[in-house]
């Protein structure tokens, strides 16, 4: 495991990780995206920021999730599709 320098909320943080150092950046970027979009929403505190920054990111990474079931689902049905047609046209073949 390497260690990190990273940027979170506007503190720098020490992380170990085995990822790339241009993913984790990556990463960050984007949480903080998500915790400046949430901070900028008044009357919240610290607290609930990060309480809603966690059950956003959850909820992205949930339906990143079903979209990727759904084309899985989808491809494998298709697939099994032209599985069908080709069986059939084999069976033609030898006829």
Do not use: W
Not at 69 to 79: C, L, P, V
């Amino acid at each position: 495991m390497r260690r990190h320098e990273v940027q979170l909320a506007g503190r720098q943080i020490t992380i170990q990780s085995d990822q790339p150092a241009d993913l984790l950046s990556e990463i960050c970027d984007y949480v903080n995206n998500r915790h400046a979009e949430l901070s900028s929403m008044p009357g919240l505190t610290q607290s609930q920021v990060s309480m809603l920054l966690a059950l956003s990111i959850a909820e992205d990474l949930f339906q990143e999730r079903s979209e990727a079931a759904d084309t899985i689902n989808r491809a494998s049905t298709e697939t099994a599709g032209l599985l069908k047609k080709l069986e059939k046209l084999s069976a033609q073949a030898r006829a």
